[in-house]
C-alpha cells in the first residue's frame, strides 16, 4: 500500500512519495490523524485511512471489496461520493466488488452478476433491470371516469385496478411510465397523485 509499489528495493520514501501520501491524506479529510495508531482509530478512520494509503499508490485501477460494509450511513455515503469524484478527475477504473446493490447501482457502469460462482448476466446496471425486473408498477389518482379504460388500452399495462378514483397501473416495459404519462397527456386526466414504483438492481 501507499508509496511502496513505487519504491525499488530497500529505497525510502522522498519528498515526492510524501506530498504524494499527504495530499491523499487530505484528499480522504484524514490528515489530521496522520500522527496517530491505527488501531487507534474509529472503523469509518480506518476505512478513509486505507482508502487514502490506496489512492497515494495513484492508482488507474482500484480494486475494493465491499469498501462500505459495516460502515455508519453518513461514513458510507461519504465514501461512496468520494470514489465518484475520484474516478471522474483521474479517469480510474474501479472493480468493485459488492452485496450492496444500491452502491452497485451508483458507482458501476457495467455489472456482473454471480452466483455461486457462476456468472448470470453483464450489462450495465439498467439494462439488467430491464431484463430481469420488467415489471413496473405507477400509482395515481384521478377524478377522469374513464381512465381505467384507458389505461387498459396503453401497450405494456397489463392490468389496473383500484376504486373511487385511486388506481395502481401494472405491466412491463422501461417506458411504461412515460407512456402512462402521454395517455395522460393526451387524454386531458387531471392528477392528485402520481407515482412510479420502479425495480432496481435489489429485485
Known sequence: MGRHPHLGTFAIEGPGDIAIAEASLAATGTAHLAARSYMTLSGGEKQRVIIASA??????????????????????????????????????????ASHNMGEVERLCDRVAILEHGRLIDVDSPQ?????????????????????????????????????????????????????????????????????AVLPTLED
Open 55 to 96: 489512492l497515494a499508490q495513484s492508482p488507474d485501477l482500484l480494486l475494493l471489496d465491499e469498501p462500505t460494509a459495516s460502515l455508519d450511513p453518513e461514513t458510507a455515503d461519504w465514501i461512496r461520493g468520494y470514489f465518484e469524484r475520484y474516478c471522474a478527475e483521474t479517469g480510474a477504473t474501479i472493480l468493485l
Open 127 to 195: 439494462r439488467l433491470i430491464d431484463r430481469h425486473c420488467p415489471q413496473r408498477t405507477v400509482l395515481l389518482t384521478t377524478t377522469d371516469a374513464l381512465a381505467a379504460e384507458r389505461f387498459l388500452m396503453v401497450p405494456g399495462v397489463d392490468a389496473v385496478s383500484g376504486a373511487d378514483g385511486c388506481l395502481t397501473i401494472r405491466g412491463t416495459g422501461s417506458d411504461l411510465v412515460t407512456q402512462i404519462i402521454r395517455c395522460l397527456a393526451d387524454h386531458r386526466m387531471p392528477v392528485t397523485e402520481f407515482r
